[in-house]
């Protein structure tokens, strides 16, 4: 791989020519096909950790940039990039993915079209997590929409065409309101870039070009970015989803297949925290620390609200759903608590560091353990002939150890047990944020207990007490399952003890965040 | 070579009404034969003219004592509507293969407005282009009338009242504009440098936007689009929403806005608040942008559904003409060129491939029809119609909304959030409208077998398709025609001082 090899593009392009493959051999029959989709997400996963093994954590920037001009009148260029974050996210969407082609693999009714939809998915996720010029990247955030939709929309529960139509919406209003928030930086500014504009956030040319530029009724230049903030944050706070603008997400998660659901919450969830780390963060520093107290509060409820709300479920799916909500709140927390504050003494400084590496590996974390929670969910419900009621199990250890067992732990990483894969992280951002604000470090703590309540409620229903007859002739995981299920396992032990796997790689993007946000 | 693509059409026409009367094929191929030669003209002259710089093809003394002559002339904007109506054109005999009724009589028909249509665009002299632009109005009404389905002498009858006053509005400022000139002259070079005083242009611009607009379906003119489209046969449709529409647009920039720019300066008083025409007709367009999509929202006829928002997508042609700066302005012809191919599809898709099998267009009956298993061709290019008429990035509708919204954001703020709401609606007709047809849940599964897709529909669809995502991944191609113009000396007078 010569350094003018595009590696970044190719990457992009690999799983869209693998759906091409896959809906050709549709034809062939489903096994072909969904060999070939296997082949091309675990050739992705391969590729993404060569390029993890040729990125210099080091450097600080973007590495392996890849520009051509491509539309100059409107500020359309091709760039893309990599740096620890883009890598990171890189990473978490070609093993969810892999994951959910796992899932799928013995579901007789997801056949080659499905297995297409999800690999066009993935190009959409690369594409979003590499670019780095507003359109180019637009692109594929919108594009991305439209394989989870069709498979919400054709493979899902009963609910689907509702749940469709609200996960439809909800984004595109959020979509809009940041489409047009970046057409107005563009006017002010002249450019899409993001790292143009990050520069010129970092130095005070941008208030000042939208000062100059943009000219609206009597509103100076903090009123005007403030607004253009507002719209941009929509379209992210809708996606990751922040309270209270979370509707849409309870319903499509637990009326998408599970094993849709997987991409959805492992991956595609991510593309909000993501957007508020690789744009909000950057481009609005002010107007993020203007907005702190407020951001704090929408965090602190993102937290706290879902862990009750979860709790309150009686079914798995959608106390998952909500549990995830919960987890991207951390993120949400460790993003917010991080802005502001003028300070460079080396307390601050280190306090920031922890709790972005924090958020760093919670991303990680949450895509594996809520991506292998909803399989376990798919493979009971499979059993089950659709039951995913919470009550409606009971025992379940007795039938089938080893699924319990499994479950177990990936619900034990997801509690964050020291030792497992979700611990690191919500430790790091718990350390970060108090002596940033205790305050609602504190709050957040009483989300953390309530996730262990009703987690544990859950292992309490589902996995103790007596076997009912119905279940008593229920299989136990067969050996392909139990290979499949291994490696995520596997994963979340090895980065609970050993997380500086993730957090060296991502060391210098971390490095580098900090300094933006010293504003 | 460019004059051939009228010509061509017009030989066209007269070519299919001398084939036997027995094989309506040799007048369908003969019909298609001549628009794919306008198309490949059409092609080779944006290849060859990268420029965009206007270029006069014939210039030639036809009535010397008046001053008119028969000057035919491309620049780019012309180019990039010569091309749209060569794509328009091949997709609508391709899909209108099916016409089984008087075959070579609606193939003649339709080449009669195609050329006309070139003709329009080419036409650098106002006489000629006047002349052309009522030719084009005869076969549409033949078309409607006798080819048509529900309510088509109404609609047929509507469409040609609008257009006519329309057509008179245009002809008073044109003979305003060739006495006030005082040059003995309807030349459109000539005129666009000629100094209109300030107080005439006051008036005569409205005069002739309005009367060019209505063609373009604003808002409150717009009510004979609708019926209009849904009266027509496919590829009158196609051609009525995709090409006709756009005359009226080209009108209101080439005519209206060229020749009369100062028409758009403040007043110097506010009525209801309103400054100057920009800001009323501005206003309109937006209105129509989330007038029609509401109405689409509501309509129980897909075909309905359709026209109303091609009323929405215009609304967007005419916000971009009244923003008054290059990106603006590069978007409402980016927008006449990418609504014009989406609109063809969608009325493809709406007319022939479901209502020609289905015989109905009512969104509940065809909800309880399992078309995406009967015919999931259709169902696939409805999906990519859709994607590309709510505007995705990746489909041309994209480049165009976001340049409109971007010059609306400099020079109307607030009617760029309107317009963002007018999408939304958009994005929720359209939605309605996939739900209902392909995705609906079928109550009944009567064993019902539909003819499959055919092999002309195919090719039309993928015609219509490449072309809105060739352009929508690589603006370039029509940027490069369309900026060039704006930039040239035809607008002189119309770029202000925050043109950018």
């Known amino acids: 791989m010569s350094s003018s090899f595009p590696s970044v593009s190719a990457l992009t392009l690999l799983p869209f020519v693998g759906g091409i493959a896959v809906l050709l051999l549709g034809r062939a029959g489903r096994p072909a096909a969904r060999l070939t989709a296997v082949i091309f997400a675990t050739a992705a996963v391969a590729y993404t950790l060569l390029l993890w093994s040729r990125f210099q954590p080091a450097l600080p920037g973007m590495q392996m940039q890849e520009m051509h001009p491509w539309e100059p009148a409107i500020g359309l260029a091709y760039h893309v990039g990599l740096d620890g974050l883009s890598l990171l996210m890189l990473a978490v969407s070609s093993i969810v993915v892999l994951m959910a082609m796992g899932a799928s693999w013995s579901n007789p009714k997801q056949g080659p079209a499905y297995f297409c939809l999800l690999l066009f998915l993935e190009t959409g996720l690369f594409g979003t997590f590499t670019a780095l010029n507003f359109l180019h990247w637009f692109l594929f955030w919108e594009l991305s929409l439209i394989p989870a939709f069709f498979m919400i929309r054709l493979w899902g529960g009963p609910g689907r065409a509702r749940a469709a139509t609200q996960f439809f919406v909800y984004t595109m209003v959020g979509s809009i309101t940041l489409l047009l928030a970046f057409l107005a930086l563009f006017l002010a500014s002249g450019s899409f870039d993001f790292v143009e504009l990050t520069q010129m956030a970092q130095t005070g040319q941008l208030a000042a070009a939208i000062g100059q530029n943009l000219h609206w009724h009597q509103w100076d230049s903090g009123h005007i970015t403030m607004f253009l903030f507002c719209g941009a944050f929509l379209g992210f706070a809708v996606k990751t989803p922040v309270v209270p603008f979370h509707g849409w997400l309870a319903s499509a998660y637990s009326e998408a297949a599970p094993e849709t659901t997987m991409a959805l919450t492992g991956a595609l969830s991510k593309m909000g925290v993501y957007g508020f780390l690789r744009i909000l963060l950057p481009i609005f520093p002010e107007q993020m620390w203007r907005a702190r107290t407020v951001l704090l509060w929408l965090a602190i409820a993102t937290i706290v609200l879902p862990a009750f709300t979860a709790w309150a479920q009686t079914d798995l799916k959608r106390m998952f759903a909500y549990s995830s909500i919960n987890h991207l709140g951390y993120c949400l927390l460790g993003i917010v608590a991080v802005t502001g504050s003028t300070g460079a003494e080396a307390s601050q400084v280190s306090a920031k560091a922890a709790a972005l590496t924090g958020v760093m590996l919670q991303l990680f974390s949450h895509a594996i353990t809520a991506a292998a929670l909803f399989w376990f969910v798919a493979l009971l419900a499979r059993r089950s002939g659709r039951v995913t009621g919470l009550n409606d199990f009971g025992g379940l250890r007795r039938a089938m150890p080893v699924f319990s067992g499994l479950m177990g732990i990936t619900l034990f990483a997801s509690l964050g047990l020291p030792g497992l894969i979700g611990f690191p992280g919500e430790f790091l951002i718990f350390k970060g944020v108090f002596p940033l604000d205790w305050w609602a470090a504190a709050l957040a703590l009483l989300g953390l207990l309530m996730t262990a309540v009703f987690l544990l409620t859950l292992v309490q229903r589902v996995f103790s007490g007596p076997l009912r007859e119905r279940w008593a002739a229920m299989t136990d995981l067969t050996l392909a399952e139990r290979c499949m299920l291994a490696p995520p396992i596997v994963v979340m032990f090895a980065v609970g003890l050993y997380p500086q796997v993730i957090s060296g790689m991502v060391h210098g993007a971390v490095t580098q965040f900090v300094g933006l946000v010293r504003y | ?500």
């Open chain 2, 1 to 500: 070579m460019l004059a051939w693509t009228i010509y061509l059409s017009l030989i066209g026409a007269v070519a299919v009404t001398l084939t036997p009367e027995k094989s309506p094929v040799v007048a369908r191929l003969t019909a298609l034969l001549t628009t794919i030669a306008g198309l490949g003209i059409a092609i080779a002259a944006v290849a060859h003219e990268p420029s965009g710089q206007m270029t006069t093809i014939v210039r030639v003394p036809w009535m010397p004592r008046l001053g008119i002559e028969y000057h035919l002339a491309a620049d780019g904007i012309s180019l990039v509507l010569v091309l749209l109506t060569g794509i328009a054109a091949v997709a609508g005999v391709l899909f209108s293969w099916n016409v089984e009724r008087r075959v070579k009589d609606f193939f003649a028909l339709y080449l009669l407005l195609i050329g006309a249509v070139y003709g329009v665009f080419l036409s650098f002299d106002l006489f000629l282009l006047f002349v052309f632009y009522e030719l084009a109005i005869i076969p549409k009404y033949f078309l409607i009338a006798i080819w048509g389905s529900t309510r088509r002498e109404y609609a047929a009858m509507k469409l040609v009242l609008y257009s006519f006053a329309g057509s008179a509005l245009v002809l008073a400022g044109m003979v305003a504009a060739y006495v006030v000139s005082g040059e003995r002259t309807l030349s459109l070079e000539t005129l666009a440098h000629f100094p209109f005083p300030a107080h005439f242009q006051m008036w005569a611009f409205p005069l002739v936007f309005v009367g060019f607009a209505v063609l373009a379906g604003m808002w409150p003119f717009h009510t004979w689009a609708p019926t209009g489209h849904a009266a027509a046969p496919t590829a009158a449709s196609m051609l009525l929403a995709g090409v006709v529409m756009k005359l009226g647009a080209y009108g209101c920039l080439r005519v209206a806005m060229m020749l009369f720019p100062r028409g758009l300066d403040p007043w110097g008083f506010h009525v209801l608040g309103f400054g100057s025409w920009q800001e009323v007709f501005a206003a309109l367009a937006v209105i129509g942008i989330v007038y029609g999509a509401s109405i689409a929202l509501v309509q129980k006829d897909l075909k309905f559904v359709v026209g109303y928002s091609s009323v929405s997508h215009m609304g967007f042609v005419l916000l971009g003409l009244m923003t008054l700066n290059q990106i603006g302005l590069s978007g409402a012809v980016y927008q006449m060129f990418s609504h014009g191919i989406i609109a063809g599809l969608l009325f493809a898709v709406v007319g022939r491939m479901v209502y020609d099998r289905t015989h109905t267009r009512d969104l509940g009956e065809l909800s309880r029809i399992p078309l995406g298993r009967l015919i999931p061709f259709a169902a696939v290019t409805f999906v990519l119609a859709f994607m590309a008429s709510i505007g995705l990035p990746g489909f041309s509708g994209f480049i165009a909304e976001l340049e409109v919204l971007i010059g609306s954001w400099r020079a109307f703020p607030w009617m760029a959030w309107i317009a963002g709401l007018g999408i939304l609606i958009g994005i929720a007709f359209s939605w309605r409208a996939l739900q209902a047809t392909f995705f609906g849940e079928p109550t009944t599964t009567p064993e019902q077998v539909l003819p499959p897709i055919t092999l002309p529909e195919r090719l039309g669809a993928c015609l219509l398709l490449a072309s809105t995502i060739v352009l929508g991944l690589y603006p370039r191609v029509l940027m490069n025609l369309i900026l060039p113009s704006l930039n040239g000396p035809l607008f002189e007078q119309l770029r202000r001082g925050d043109w950018r």
